[in-house]
């Protein structure tokens, strides 16, 4: 039987409920063979999950997710096979986090004038085990404090782009995203497509080096990845995919939710090598 990969899977070291142990167990339990860890702008779950893996044959590959921005539109960029225990890489991680802290704050202080003042900035960032804090966490409390009765609501009424309490967050441009993706040895990828509508952007980024596209994504329509996999083979760029798992914060995905057979993630470590002997080359 063909080994099956998941790659776009995150912890409760971002906005997911799952711990590693749970994401493991839940692997496992889905015939996984491969899995990466893409927490958001942070890389503290990918260990954990490692160190939760070694006692079962299941591969755990190290990733992020960094949020970027174009024209004001949120552009998702997964970098896989990282450097993830340079310090180097912490350290320019730490603005992504301070920032999201930052704005949590003013979140914050926008739902206070609109009488919501029993949410504090320490009951959010408990929600995560990094600083990896978001607006799904905020909108957590709100349903949990009355103030929204799910979180399409909480959004819509309070944090979506537009609505009364959003605040922008500070992001890197997908171009800059992609460098220091490839600066720490990583494989940089554009999160779900369909979802972002700015497919005009992907030449671009190609130029800029992008290694490959999410095609294979939880819920995408049939032809929505047939779009993608013509796209993919026309830029010459690799094919990945996943669910985009975040445990019970999105109950419209879960680990499994969309599998890549294990022939792709050959692919992609095929990249990973031929780059690093042509940077050796290059040294020589």
Excluded at 28 to 46: M, N, P, R, Y
Aim: charged letters at 25%; proline letters at 4%.
């Amino acid at each position: 039987m063909s080994k099956l990969a998941d790659l776009h899977i995150h912890t409760y070291f971002s906005d997911s409920t799952d711990s590693p142990q749970e994401v493991v167990r839940q692997a496992i339990e889905k015939g996984l063979s491969c899995i990466a860890i893409t927490d958001h702008d942070v890389l503290d779950g990918i260990e954990p999950t490692r160190l939760a893996a070694e006692s079962y044959d299941l591969e755990v590959i190290p990733g992020i997710e960094l949020s970027t921005e174009k024209d004001k539109k949120d552009i998702h960029i997964l970098g896989y096979f990282l450097d993830y225990q340079n310090p180097q890489l912490q350290a320019k991680l730490n603005p992504f986090q301070e920032a999201r802290v930052e704005r949590v704050k003013e979140i914050l202080k926008k739902l206070k004038a609109f009488g919501i003042d029993n949410i504090s900035l320490e009951e959010v960032c408990a929600l995560t085990k990094s600083k990896a804090v978001g607006r799904p966490h905020v909108a957590a409390l709100l349903i949990e404090k009355g103030w929204a009765k799910d979180m399409n609501q909480a959004f819509d009424k309070y944090l979506a782009d537009g609505a009364a309490a959003y605040v922008p967050k500070w992001k890197l441009s997908p171009t800059e995203g992609i460098e220091l993706i490839h600066a720490y040895g990583g494989l940089a990828v554009l999160a779900h497509p369909m979802l972002n509508n700015k497919d005009e952007i992907i030449p671009l980024l190609v130029k800029a080096g992008l290694d490959g596209l999410e095609v294979y994504y939880a819920n995408a329509f049939d032809h929505q990845i047939f779009y993608y996999e013509k796209l993919a083979r026309k830029h010459k760029i690799l094919m990945t995919g996943g669910s985009d798992a975040h445990g019970q914060a999105k109950k419209h995905t879960y680990i499994g939710a969309q599998s890549i057979p294990y022939e792709l993630i050959e692919k992609m470590k095929e990249r990973v090598a031929s780059r690093q002997e042509g940077a050796k080359n290059v040294e020589s």
